[in-house]
């Protein structure tokens, strides 16, 4: 209804479509009247999921320039998404997309960096709808792939089109190849590309050899490289742009030298370097610590007329402090008054850092002094204040920052460093470096009292200001100070950010409070702020752990209706929630309504619903879900396949548990140890020890090594198939390893040597677990086994007189020996 309501409010629109429908010409020799674009445009930026009548009212007119157009115009890449998706499916209308429209939803995903949609766009032309292209437009293809790091996608669309007859490439169609492929560094197949190009014979020009001199620059074949450039500088078509990647690429690597030399040759051969190359490589030269190079390619850049700008000298002054040459840092910063450019408070901070004494603070307040310059002035105290701040000296900081502010109403006793020199009164920036400080040294109060100082008697705060003290105050739980300084920012205009109310929404979700966050949500509705997905995420996982998974699905559908997406693991914490508290129909409901919302839930998410499965015996289902996991193009994980091979070997079906386990293998899927361990009980369970062994023996060949709760594993499941002697052999391997077993494993080697009628083997067991602090307490399910243990071996000639050592030693508890009657003085023990 919405949607028609809004069609209706167009009065011109169905004026166009029937113009349009029964024009002769489909596109009225325009292609397309805008005016049925811009309501196009508004019908789906409104709804954008409405695909009802209304909206198949448009179907009969589309055209591929319509199309186009729209996409072009709609504000989001949903919403063209949405729009493309409704366009494909008008083929009973005779619409078809071209490989313009392709172009442009192309182009839109990768400029949003939308890689999944973009790889889907290219599977379904060259499958799904085949459509023909001219080079020019496979080449804009090529590149928008390219663009996003998708260099394999291109290659194969490449050769795809080329033998389904979509297009016959040209040299344009190979150089955009070639450029993608450089650009991953697949200097493989841009050799590969290179060749076949030669076998058509055709001639190389810069746009062909360009991408092939980065590739080999990316590989680090510098040889190969140089010698591409070396035929291109011969044909004439080297220019500023190959001679900067070939210096870059050396700098990026590290051979500073080599990269100065090819700026020397270069100079030699009249080809100039631009601003930002020499930027960059003085930047990758100091990066380097080769701050000798790069002062010399500094001078180099004055030479030919640039002036370079403040982020050069920042980054030269650093070098030049950071290896103890601050002279000649000092020297640069009156260099840069002869450019005029203007120092910040960044090259203030580093020199004074540089001098440990800061005995270069009066020079520079002398300098500063003899040209009255009041703003210059300021960055030299604010880069002091930075200084005390980056030291963790908060309170000398605060202590500066008073001098400044009472310096405007009174002389100020100075301290050695400031002796006779003008103070200047502290400006926005001041407060802010001080109150940044105070922040990260947990010092709130203080900062709030600055804040309110910084108001009196400087103005208007920034919004940086504001937003740090408010996630200050959050971040401590002081959420009504935080909403009160929000509404103080809105009283003196200033405009909160997405950072503002993420912050207070973050509070809000950390004290569950449901209510506050679906109220902070409407007003970032409003405002058109996106919450941060970690918020969201936190407040669903802080519900599902007190039991209230059913108020974390209810938040979760509260978003969806304010026009929020949450995000997968969201919904992932809230199926573990549900399955918690024994909802696992709900949490099973949940991943269903995903999927036929088109959400396809990750991995994860679907092993969270297959380990509730599991644990309520619903193997089948689970593995239902294993079916629908690779169905969905996904990869199950070593976690999905040991779950339900647990459940299975649980369940007594080891054989059906091991048709996974080769299913695995099939898949790549290398099992772990948790894996492994699994079926080794799941056989013992069903008392096939030599099919236990062989799992175990399959595990270690593999070079997957057993842990401690494997070797109990094998050693309590050998006990129970009454293998005493191997298990023990397993027990000593165990602690060759430095591995020590739980007391349940003594039992059941007990246990067992006692049903094997083997009294001495098992007198040794009881000894090693009594030395080893492990008697059981007398309402330990275990305690009976003992005490029988004890009767025997107390009865027995062979074993009495062990027994008689261990109370002597006073390794038995009294009461024990007074059960099963042994006749020795206790109180002889001290």
Known sequence: MAVAFQILKLPSLFSVIAKLSYSTSPYNNLHYDSSVADNLVSVFSQQPNAAGPELNRFAPILTPPLVESVLTRLPTWKLALSFFQWASDQHQHGYRHNCYTYNTIASIFSRSRQTTHLKTVVKHLVESAPCSFTPGALGFLIRCLGEVGLAQEAHNLFDEMRVKGLCVPNVYCYNCLLEALSKAGEVDLVEARLEEMKGFGWEFDKFTLTPVVQAYCKARRFDQALRVYDGMKEKGLVDARVCSMLALSFSKWGDVDKAFELVERMEGQGVRLSEKTFCVLIHGFVKEDRV????????????????P????????????????????????LSEMKQFGVAPDVGIFTKLISAFPDRSVITKLLEEVLEDKEEKILVLIYNAVLTCYVNEA?????????????????????????????????PNAASFSIVIDGLLTNGQLDLALSLFNDLKQFVGRPSILIYNNLINGLCNSDRLEESRELLRDMKESEIEPTHFTYNSIYGCLCKRKDVVGAIDMLKVMRACGHEPWIKNSTLLVKELCDHGRAVEACDFLDSMVQLGFLPDIVSYSAAMGGLIKIQKVDRALNLLRDLCSRGRCPDVVAFNIVIRGLCKVNRVAEAEKLLDEIVGKGLCPSVVTYSLLIDSWCKSGSVDRAMSLLSKMSEEDREPNVVTYSTLVDGFCREERPDDALLVWNEMERKGCSPNRVAFMALIHGLCICKRPSAALQYLREMEQKEMKPDSFIYIALLSAFLSDMDLASAFEIFKEMVYSGFFPESHDKSYPVVMDAIDKFSKDHRTSSGMKVLSEEGKLPTHCLKTVGLEIDVTSNK
């Open 292 to 307: 000798d190079r790069a002062l010399q390619l500094f001078e180099k850049m004055c030479r030919v007329g640039f002036t």
């Open 309 to 332: 700008p403040v982020s050069l000298f920042d980054v030269l002054i650093g070098g030049l402090c950071k290896s103890n040459d601050a002279q000649r840092a000092l020297s640069l």
């Open 393 to 425: 000296q908060v309170d000398e900081a605060c202590r500066l920052l008073q001098m400044m502010i009472q310096s405007k109403f009174s002389d100020v006793q100075m301290d050695d460093f400031f002796k006779d020199k003008r103070l200047v009164f």
